[in-house]
């Protein structure tokens, strides 16, 4: 529901909203001015222009490609975690929270690629390709 009061606020400030669009480039007019922004959609790639470019791209990749300086982690390096939000339904949390759990029984672990060359070589069409190929 906040996410709409947000677009609302945006677009009726008179902003475009790009929804589900990469940044791709960044064309300079000079040191300190954007020409345009290279953006890919589902349309493809298109050029925007704009009297003022907001970044949101999370990362801040807008103002960096567009030479615009910036820090990036605190003192020693260290970055904020990605956060994701998200709603879990239909899940009992006290089953989830509580019950204890039980780990599998202890299997020799497979080799995949033996498991899938093995079943190669006993495919009927795989023999004969096999056998059609060789001189």
Request: aromatic letters at 8%; one cysteine or more; charged letters at 20%.
């Amino acid at each position: 529901m906040l996410k709409r009061i947000y677009d609302g606020l945006v677009t009726s400030a008179g902003a475009g909203v790009c929804f589900n669009t990469r940044l791709c480039g960044v064309e300079m007019a000079g040191p300190d001015r954007i020409e345009a922004v290279i953006v890919a959609d589902k349309a493809g790639l298109r050029a925007c222009r704009a009297k003022v470019y907001v970044d949101g791209t999370g990362d801040g990749d807008l103002a960096a490609w567009a030479g615009a300086a910036f820090e990036k982690g605190d003192a020693h390096g260290q970055l904020q975690p990605a956060t994701h939000c998200f709603v879990l339904t239909n899940v009992d949390p006290y089953a989830c929270w509580y019950t204890p759990r039980i780990p599998p029984p202890a299997r020799a672990p497979r080799n995949p690629h033996r498991a899938c060359t093995s079943s190669i070589r006993k495919a009927p069409c795989t023999r004969r390709w096999r056998r059609a190929a060789i001189p």
